[in-house]
C-alpha cells in the first residue's frame, strides 16, 4: 500500500468523463463544499492568497477549475474583492455556480483562451491541479507567468494518511457514488513535493513558496 503512493496515478476521475448527469455532478458539488468547509480547504485557500496580498496589491481573483463557485466567492468576501471571475471547462460547473452566486462573473473555457489583465491579478486553484499531469501542469504555469499574474494553488498531498482520512470518510453511505470513486483516487493523483518542485523549476519559477497545510494539504504560492 505505501508504494503505490510512490508515482501518481494516471486513472481518470469520474467528474472528469463526458455524459456524467448534470443532478450528479450539481450534488457532488455540494460534496466538495462539505470537504472544504470541514476539512480545511476554504482555510488553505485563505491563507495563501493572504500571504499573496502581503507581496502584491491585488485588484481581481481569477479561480480556474472554479467548480461550483464556492471558493472564489469566499475568497473575494474575505478580501473585499470586487472583480472575481471563475473560470472552468465544465457547462455544468458553471451554470452552477453562476446561480449560486450572480454576482460574480463565471465562463465555460479553457484557461489558455481568457485573457487576463496585465496587472494586479492573482490566479487561484484548488483541488484543479492533480487533475492535470506534469506536463499540462508545466504548461498552466508557464501561461500564468506570461500573464504576469501571482499564483496560489491549493491541492492535496499524496500520501497514505491523507488517502486513509478520506477513504474512511467516504465510507458514509449518504456521499454520492462520484465522491466515493472520485475522493480516494484524487489522493493518488495528487503531486508531491519534489514533483512541485521540478515542475515550478520547468516553468521557470524561482520565487516559490510550497506550504504544508492542515489536512494534508500544500499550499505553492508562486510569481515571476
Known amino acids: 500500500m505505501f508504494n503505490s503512493f510512490k508515482n ?5 476521475e469520474f467528474m472528469d468523463m463526458p455524459n456524467i ?24 485557500s485563505i491563507f495563501g492568497v493572504s500571504q499573496a496580498f502581503k507581496k502584491k496589491s491585488i485588484t481581481k481573483i481569477i ?10 466567492a469566499i475568497l473575494c468576501k474575505k ?15 458553471t451554470q452552477c455556480a453562476s446561480e449560486k452566486y450572480p454576482y460574480l462573473k463565471f465562463h465555460t473555457n ?13 490566479i487561484h486553484t484548488a483541488l484543479f491541479n492533480h487533475h492535470l499531469n506534469p506536463e499540462e501542469n508545466i504548461a498552466f504555469l508557464k501561461w500564468a507567468a506570461q500573464n504576469s499574474a501571482i499564483l496560489v494553488m491549493n491541492d492535496l498531498q499524496r500520501n497514505i494518511w491523507a488517502w486513509l482520512g478520506i477513504y474512511t470518510i467516504q465510507l ?3 456521499f454520492s457514488y462520484l465522491f466515493k470513486n472520485d475522493a480516494p483516487l484524487s ?3 495528487a503531486h508531491s513535493f519534489s514533483e512541485w518542485k521540478h515542475m515550478l523549476k520547468l516553468a521557470g519559477y524561482t520565487n516559490y513558496s510550497i506550504i504544508k497545510k492542515p ?10
Open 215 to 224: 489536512m494534508f494539504r500544500y499550499v505553492i504560492i508562486a510569481s515571476i
Open 63 to 72: 479561480d480556474v477549475g472554479s467548480g461550483g463557485g464556492d471558493t472564489l
Open 172 to 174: 458514509w453511505p449518504s
Open 79 to 93: 478580501f473585499k474583492i470586487k472583480d472575481g471571475q471563475g473560470i472552468d471547462s465544465s457547462d455544468v460547473a
Open 187 to 189: 489522493v493518488q493523483r
Open 21 to 44: 448527469p448534470v443532478k450528479d455532478l450539481y450534488k457532488k458539488n455540494k460534496e466538495l463544499h462539505w470537504v472544504n468547509q470541514y476539512l480545511g480547504g476554504y482555510k488553505a
Open 8 to 12: 501518481r496515478s494516471n486513472e481518470q
Open 110 to 122: 479553457h484557461y489558455k483562451k481568457s485573457r487576463l489583465p496585465k496587472e494586479k491579478v492573482l
